[in-house]
């Protein structure tokens, strides 16, 4: 999990644990397998809907349809964020 948003063009995620959903995942690939545009995407996501595991709390209300469909809307936090601030 954690690792995905470290893949890029020339880098690529490779899970070694037998119950792995993906058990590799390049650039190509990332929006169809993880539903979210890039890696930047995919830790902002993470940002927004918090993450038990890592002790992150998110932002109350937001999951992980609602931070997809967020970051989807906006392209990033901080577009949503200016967006907010403009009006």
Sequence with gaps: GDW???VRENVSWISLREDAKHKQVNFEQFAELTGLPTPRAFL????????????????GGIGDGGAKELLHEWGSVAAMVRGINDG
């Design 4 to 6: 995905l948003q470290l």
């Design 44 to 59: 902002e996501a993470k940002a927004l809907q918090g993450d038990n595991s890592d002790n992150i709390k998110g932002v």
